[in-house]
Each structure stands twice: as C-alpha cells, then as structure tokens.
C-alpha cells in the first residue's frame, strides 16, 4: 500500500477509534499498536513498551504531575474564593468591576494552577453566583468565567505550553515568558468587554426601571470601606508571592522547569496548611486524589501519543504530509492559516494535548522551512487551541461552567461565550501584525533566539 494510502486509513481509524466512545489515550494506542503489527516488523511490538517509556523519560514532562499538584492544593482550598473576594472588593468601584475582578482573579488563578477546567472550577463556583445575585445575565456570567479559564494554558506554567516545548524541542523558559504577553492581551480585551457589556444590561435594567419600576440588583452598588478591603488581603497575598517566586526561581535561572514545580508543589502546599488548616490525611486525600487522577489521565494521553507519532514517523505518514504541505507552495501566510483552520477543527473534537502531540510532527517542518517563529507559533496555537475550549461540540469549559451553575441553560453559556472566540481571534490577528507582543519579553530576558 502506498504511503498515502497507509496515511489515509490511519486518520479514518483513529477518527472511527475515538467517535466509538473509547477514551482518547487508549484510541490513540490502540490504532497504532495495530497499524505497528500489520505494516511494522513483528519484532516492533516487542518494544511498545520501551518506545512508550523512552518518549516520557523526558525531565520537562516531570514538570507536569507537579504542577497539578500544586493547582490541586490551590484549588481544592478556599484559595479561589478568596482569591475572588479580594479582587471584587478593589474593583467594585470600576463600571462591570464584579465582571473585571472575575477576569483578573481567573488569569491569576490560571497562572498558579496551570489548568483551565480547575480555574473555571475554582473560580466559576465563588463567581457566578455573585454575578447572578448582583443581576447580571447568565450567559454574560458563564461565558466571561468559560473564556477566563481559557488562560490556564497560555499564562505560565501552562501544561499545554509544556508539552509544546516538548513536541518541538525547545525552551520551556521561553515560551512561557512569551506566553505572558499574549495572556495580558486577552485580560485586557476581557476586561474592556466586561465593561461594555456591564454598561449595556445596566442601560436596559435602568430603563426597565423607569418605566415600569421593576428594579433589578445590578442597579445596586456594593460599598466596602478600606478596612474591609485590606482585611481580605491576608490571605490573597501568600498566594500571590508563591506566583511571584516560582516565575524568579524558573527565570533567574535559579532552579529546572522540573525543579520550579517541586519547589511550587511543596509551597502550595505548607501555604494551604497553615493558612487554612489542611493538613489532616483526610483534608489531603482530595487534593492527592485529584492530582494523581488527573496526572495518570494526562500521563496516559502523553504516552500513548508519543507512541501514535512515533507510528507517523516510521510509516512516513508525517513526513510525507509535511512534503505535501511544503509542495504546495502556498504562501507563509497562506499556509499559517490553513494550519491554524486545521487547528481549529480538531478543536471540536480534541482537547489540546492530543492536537499538539498529533500534529506537531506534521506542522513544524513546514513552518519552519516558511521561516516561522516557532516559539511565536506555539502561542498563537495556543491561543486557537483556547478556542476549542468555549465553542462547541466538544468545549470543555463550557460543560465545566455546566456542572457549576446547572441553571443556566446550555445555549446560554454558548451565546455568552461566542463574543470572547471573537476576542481570542482578534487576539491572533494582533499577534500576527505585532509579533513583538510574544517575542519581546523573551528576547528580553533571556536573548534574541536564533533559532526556528
């Protein structure tokens, strides 16, 4: 069978493995352990093990279980919340500030725990029913949560960003500092929405108000004096240097990205003890719980990704795709963007790790060959990725904003979280005209990447 034949009835079975209902990790290893055995020498199976193991014997991807460790104890105290309460009480003055503080209290939350499904978890559970009881809409409540967990995997120490560096084999420090801009970008735009958006129900509440005399609660202004802001600082601010330390460790160059996550993992850790008591086996055994849960899920996925490429590779399906992409000739820009539209249709039915792991080996030479930043593509794709998350049919994050606030219909939480897609592609397209926003702090700190 010709190379393109063997490549066409790969993609037709994976698609037909994971539309069957079988977990991603085991779809993805199950096509090609039987791909291996019918085109590979027998003796191939022989080493499924072994190549499984020697692809995730990599110390970055030890960085991984760590890091939810560390977003597991973060996010199974009241630290969200707390979090969360802090920030509405400095920003209650600025016009949709409940709105803003639940934008500024996901990125923060997102850069301590790395995961976007526990920041929409964390946060969603404190802030959504805030907004609803200060009148806001549904869908406004649930998209602007949907859309803010989205940064747990552009704002640093993103998982997906992790694995990136993997699959393309470079530096972990500098994509995550060239994530940072990107994520302040998309706080930003959320943030201007969340006003605009505040303004125009507050117009409509105001005017129903005045003519039929139906008031509605987000007329009312909440007031804290400055005691009161201060006193929920405490317990903000522990959190807040465990952030600030951990980025000092990674970029001062005093400690591994394997080492950062220990190192942030245990502090989380003594934090939450102290803090707020947990301690106890019984207080711990959910956070462990969850942390090895999902870490053997991820772990898994990883694994048996490695093993689907490493098929690609030896079969010559990536390769040969890669060559075909490049034949054509297309454009740079051309060709960023029908990669990217690939992207996106695999984001209706992938979760980012499996798009990154899959399609890393096919995308990158050509990227490369066009003379692409690579570190720059990394967060663009990221950011695309993100969008998979908030739109539909897969959209983890809206069937976690679902679990959190079940009375708020499904076409509400979508309709509310189309106007952040829209953002996230204005996002890409500034990116595109003004690379620098990525690439300027990296080249910063750690010099001009010479490189591709």
């Given amino acids: 069978m010709s190379v393109l034949g063997i490549g066409i009835s790969y993609g037709v079975a994976t698609l037909f493995a994971m539309f069957s209902g079988m977990p991603i990790a085991f779809a993805l290893g199950a096509v090609a352990v039987v791909f291996m055995a019918i085109f590979m020498p027998t003796a191939s199976l022989d080493t499924v ?6 692809e995730m014997a990599s110390i970055t991807l ?21 979090l969360y309460s802090a920030l509405h009480a400095w920003l ?48 406004f409540a649930a998209g602007i949560i949907a859309a803010g967990g989205t940064l747990g995997i552009l704002l640093p120490p993103s998982i997906t960003m992790i ?14 500092l060239a994530g940072i801009g990107p994520g302040l970008l998309l706080v930003t735009l959320f943030g201007f929405y969340a006003v605009f958006r505040f303004r125009k129900e507050y117009a409509v509440a105001k ?7 139906t008031e509605s609660a987000i007329l009312q202004r909440d007031e804290f004096t400055m005691a009161e802001r201060f006193t929920m600082l405490p317990r903000v601010i522990p959190f807040v240097l465990l952030l600030t330390g951990v980025m000092v460790a990674l970029y001062g160059g005093y400690a591994t990205p394997s080492e950062t996550a220990g190192l942030g993992g245990l502090l989380a850790l003594v934090l939450i003890a102290v803090i707020y008591t947990v301690w ?62 690939m992207v996106v249709v695999l984001g209706f039915f992938l979760p980012p790790v499996s798009i990154i792991l899959m399609t890393a080996p096919i995308i990158l030479p050509p990227l490369r060959a066009a003379n692409f930043d690579i570190i720059w593509f990394g967060v663009v794709m990221t950011i695309v ?23 708020i219909s499904l076409s509400e939480v ?35 990447d010479g490189g591709r």
């Fill in 49 to 54: 093990t072994q190549n499984v193991y020697e």
């Fill in 207 to 213: 005017a129903l108000y005045e003519k039929s005399g």
């Fill in 280 to 341: 106890r086996p019984s207080d711990l055994s959910p956070i462990l719980t969850s942390t090895i849960r999902e870490s053997t899920m991820l772990m898994m996925i990883i694994g048996m990704s490695l093993l689907y490429s490493y098929v690609m590779s030896y079969l010559h399906i990536s390769q040969s795709a890669a060559e075909s992409i490049v034949a054509m000739h297309l454009p740079r820009w051309e060709l960023l963007a029908a990669i990217l539209l």
């Fill in 62 to 82: 030890l960085s991984i279980p760590l890091f939810i460790l560390k977003g597991a104890a973060i996010g199974k105290s009241r630290a969200g919340q707390d």
């Fill in 414 to 448: 979508i309709w509310g979280t189309l106007p952040f897609v829209l953002l996230m592609m204005l996002a890409v397209l500034l990116l595109c005209f003004f690379p620098g926003i990525s690439t300027w702090l990296p080249d910063l700190v750690m010099g001009p």
């Fill in 163 to 176: 694995l990136f560096a993997v699959a393309a084999e470079k530096s972990l420090g500098r994509l995550f």
């Fill in 385 to 407: 990725m993100e969008m998979g998350l908030i739109h539909p049919p897969v959209g983890l994050n809206i069937f976690v904003i679902r679990n959190v606030a079940p009375d």
């Fill in 92 to 139: 209650h003055r600025v016009p949709g500030g409940l709105g803003v503080a639940n934008v500024f209290a996901c990125a923060l939350f997102a850069a301590m725990a790395g995961s976007s499904p526990a920041t929409c978890s964390a946060i969603g559970s404190a802030g959504i029913p805030e907004m609803r009881k200060r009148g806001y809409s549904g869908g």
